[in-house]
């Protein structure tokens, strides 16, 4: 079986005789003969709970939870008003209503839609080499702190950032310390960097790189739920005032009294939700952190503080809303590297010794 | 035949001996940022200073990609106004970065590593989460 995958590499470049093959420690979804054309892209063996489309470029959790209810809600709602409420309100007020909801849907399900298939920022497994590179260092220093029974080194790293303690864990699961601000998703069972939250109405997790999406959302959604219950108390009650009453107003827009009760329920929460993440943005502070009480400064001394914050709320809100966008870590349409061929860019191959590893340096190409 | 090594070299003939990882410095913040203390296993195959200057060039490179200035900020208000699609078409500033990187650390290997018979791999492979570098066993000093 190895000797086909090393067809596939270059059958030129290896003169001399390889060393004996062994099984390689990659996830074992390695077909081989049928697949001498086919390469495989990486999401293909991603580890973690997602979903791919598009060949890679979508991905999303793999329990979508709601999101396909809140598109529905959103969409239904919104066409609701668009055929029963916009012509009356055209009619008697401005034509501008429809032109208004118009952008604000749009804005609304391109930006849950970047919400929910965008990598929040998934940090990639270690690969087995700095796994047991990370388990010699924590089982040196370690072992002197264990007592006679057996206990595993407690795995964690404390470091010093903006003169504040921060203690870094290590994941389990993706043999990593976790960078500060990461945390490990369990529904996707992926460390997430600036972890905020999974979000079953969007179906994915929210962190660095989707969290200006989400914002976006929300705070469109606000603008929507507001402008829409605005507009439909405004038809109903020009209905009811043109003299048949507020009963047959809705007898005869029965639509609006839907788009009434949805909207009525959705707007507090939606607001309150924009509300409470414009305080986090505006201390670049993250759900996770907020609702752990990190830097709440439970002893009450001054010296816990956000070591992250920029200590102005103007410069957190650019930082976190339009500071640079960071790539994809994960890298879902690059191919495996057993299968990779020779390209202009660097394309350093090596013949698998003991440990399987294959050094392709190119850039991963450009993903949501 | 000279003790050095080319990439094509090591391509046929090198076995690896181990690898070095050299670690993320969180100490600045949630920046990209690698250590550059020197390790130790590297001490017989490269000077000291050599291997300082290239990690502190990453580190400065890193640090362009996520500089906040006025160029970053006007990218990021560009694509709020445009509902973020404008990611779609344009390739961002940080990935045009990361390709200088890409470059920098191929010149590097060719040019310092290879030679010294080490590779560097580039952090985006390892989810910038550590540099790599591989440290091929010397065959040819012993027999030559």
Redesign the interface.
Known sequence: MKNCEYQQIDPQ????PT?TPTPTPTPPSQPCPEKTKKQQRKWEIFPGKNRFYCDGRIIIARQSGVFPLTLGIILITSGLFFIFDCPFLVKHLTSGIPVIGGVLV??VV??LL?TSFTDPGI??R??P??AA??EKQIDNPGSSSSSSSYRPPPRTKE????QQV?K?KYCFTCK?FR???TSHCSLCDNCV??FDHHCPWVGNCVGKRNY??FY?FIVSLSFLTAFIFGCVTTHLALRSQSGTGLVDALQDSPASAIELVVCFFSVWSILGLSGFHTYLVASNLTTNEDIKGSWSGKSGSEDTGN??SHNSIFKNC??V???????S???RRGYVPEDSLPNA??E????A???D?N??????S?G? | MAETHS?QD???????AS???VQ?D?????ICKFQTKFPSELETRIDKQQFEETVQTLNNLYAE????GGK??L???L??LT???I??CM?????KV??KI?KY??EQ?EKVFAPLGL?L??P???????V?I?IYEDRSIGSR
């Open positions: 470049a290896l003169p001399t060393p749009v804005f391109i930006s970047q940090l990639p270690a690969t080499e700095e590179d990370i470091i010093v950032i903006n921060v870094l990593i960078p500060p601000r960097e600036r200006r999406f976006c070591p992250y650019c930082v809303l339009c500071g640079p966008m960071p790539p870590l994960i890298d860019t660097v350093i191959q090596l013949p010794a003991k440990n590893v050094v392709v340096g190119k850039v991963p450009q949501l | 990439l090591l391509r046929q003939q090198a076995a690896i690898k070095v990882f993320r969180y100490t600045s913040g949630t990609a996520e500089k906040l970053s900020y990218e990021g208000c694509a709020c509902a973020y699609t990611f779609l390739e961002t500033h940080y990935e990361l390709k890409a650390i191929q290997n590779l791999t580039d985006i492979e390892r989810g910038l989460r550590v790599e591989t």
